[in-house]
Structures are given as structure tokens and as C-alpha cells.
């Protein structure tokens, strides 16, 4: 029974994950690789927390987000900025279309304290 409810849990995660992936780019931010950023944020990770509890950005402003794992493995997804950094890829241009509080949180599962590492990036 406990084999099925995580094989049933998994399957719905992958689910989400991949729908959270496609479709087309009108949210609150637009990738631009090909934009020169004006601004750049370094977000660090070790075991169970972020270095800044908050980040803030300029709405409209270029900004290179760059992700660095500093104890562990870990990973970011802003789903709100449409931001996912990891090991694989540590760095995005984005512009920040929309003024609000967007949730950062861990992408990787990392041990006993993965739920509880939450931040958020403020975009003024």
C-alpha cells in the first residue's frame, strides 16, 4: 500500500513538473539571454536555507539570477518568474514584468529540512 501511494505521489509531482515547464511565456517575467542585465543577483543555498530570507528586483530591469550551491544539493524554482536554476544550469537573464512577492523555493529534494527552505524575491 505505501509502495503505491509513492509510486501515485510521484507520478502526480512529475505531472505538475513537466505542465509547470511548457506553454508560452505571458507571465511576470521573459527570458532574455540575448539582453545585456543591468542588475545581478546571486543566490546562494546550503543545507536547509537561502543566504537572504529576501531579494529584491527592479520591474523591467535586466537582471542575471545566478545559483550557487554552497553546502549540498540544492535548486531554485521561482514558479512565478518562470526561474528554475540548479547544478545543471546556474544562471538566467530574466526581466521581471510585474511588481510582486514571488516564492523561491528549494527544487531539490535535500533531506529533512527541504520544506522549510522558502525565500522570496521582491520585484519593486
Given at each position: 500500500?505505501?509502495?503505491?501511494?509513492?509510486?501515485?505521489?510521484?507520478?502526480?509531482?512529475?505531472?505538475?513538473?513537466?505542465?509547470?515547464?511548457?506553454?508560452?511565456?505571458?507571465?511576470?517575467?521573459?527570458?532574455?539571454?540575448?539582453?545585456?542585465?543591468?542588475?545581478?543577483?546571486?543566490?546562494?543555498?546550503?543545507?536547509?536555507k537561502?543566504?537572504q530570507?529576501?531579494?529584491?528586483l527592479k520591474?523591467?530591469?535586466?537582471?542575471?539570477?545566478?545559483?550557487?550551491?554552497?553546502?549540498?544539493?540544492?535548486?531554485?524554482l521561482?514558479?512565478g518568474?518562470k526561474?528554475?536554476?540548479?547544478?545543471?544550469k546556474?544562471?538566467?537573464?530574466?526581466?521581471p514584468?510585474?511588481?510582486?512577492?514571488?516564492?523561491v523555493?528549494?527544487?531539490?529534494?535535500?533531506?529533512?529540512?527541504?520544506?522549510?527552505?522558502?525565500?522570496?524575491?521582491?520585484?519593486?
Amino acid at each position: 500500500m505505501k509502495k503505491t501511494v509513492a509510486v501515485l505521489i510521484s507520478s502526480v509531482l512529475i505531472l505538475l513538473l513537466a505542465a509547470c515547464g511548457g506553454g508560452t511565456d505571458s507571465g511576470n517575467s521573459s527570458a532574455a539571454s540575448d539582453v545585456k542585465p543591468e542588475a545581478e543577483l546571486v543566490i546562494e543555498a546550503s543545507n536547509y536555507k537561502f543566504d537572504q530570507a529576501e531579494y529584491r528586483l527592479k520591474k523591467d530591469v535586466p537582471v542575471k539570477i545566478t545559483f550557487k550551491n554552497v553546502e549540498g544539493n540544492h535548486g531554485i524554482l521561482v514558479p512565478g518568474l518562470k526561474l528554475h536554476l540548479d547544478g545543471k544550469k546556474d544562471s538566467a537573464v530574466i526581466i521581471p514584468k510585474e511588481t510582486g512577492e514571488f516564492e523561491v523555493a528549494c527544487s531539490i529534494m535535500c533531506g529533512s529540512g527541504h520544506g522549510s527552505m522558502i525565500s522570496k524575491i521582491i520585484v519593486e
